[in-house]
C-alpha cells in the first residue's frame, strides 16, 4: 500500500513529537471554556487541534487528534 505526501508528513510530525517527549500519550492541558458546576463537568478545546467544544466526562482523549488531555486546570474558570 502506497502512502500519500499528507499521509507520510503526519507521520513523520508524530514521530518527532515522540522523539522530542512531546507524544499524544502525554496529557496535555485542555484550554478551558465553561464549567458547569451544577452536573460538575467542563468544557474545552483540544491544546493540539483545537477541536471544540469537548466534554470532560466524555474525553480522555481528543476525538479528532487522540492527544491525551489533561483536565486538572479546567475547574478553575468562572
Not at 451544577?38 to 479528532?64: F, K, Q, S
Not at 488531555?69 to 468562572?78: T, V
Request: proline share 5%.
Amino acid at each position: 500500500m502506497k502512502k500519500t505526501d499528507e499521509q507520510l508528513q503526519q507521520e513523520v510530525a508524530e514521530i518527532r513529537r515522540f522523539v522530542n517527549g512531546d507524544s499524544k500519550q502525554t496529557a496535555k492541558k485542555v484550554i478551558p471554556i465553561a464549567y458547569n458546576a451544577a452536573i460538575g463537568t467542563a468544557v474545552g478545546e483540544c491544546p493540539e487541534c483545537r477541536t471544540l467544544p469537548l466534554r470532560e466526562c466524555d474525553c480522555a482523549y481528543c476525538p479528532n487528534c487522540g492527544q491525551k488531555l489533561d483536565w486538572s486546570d479546567a475547574h478553575e474558570i468562572n
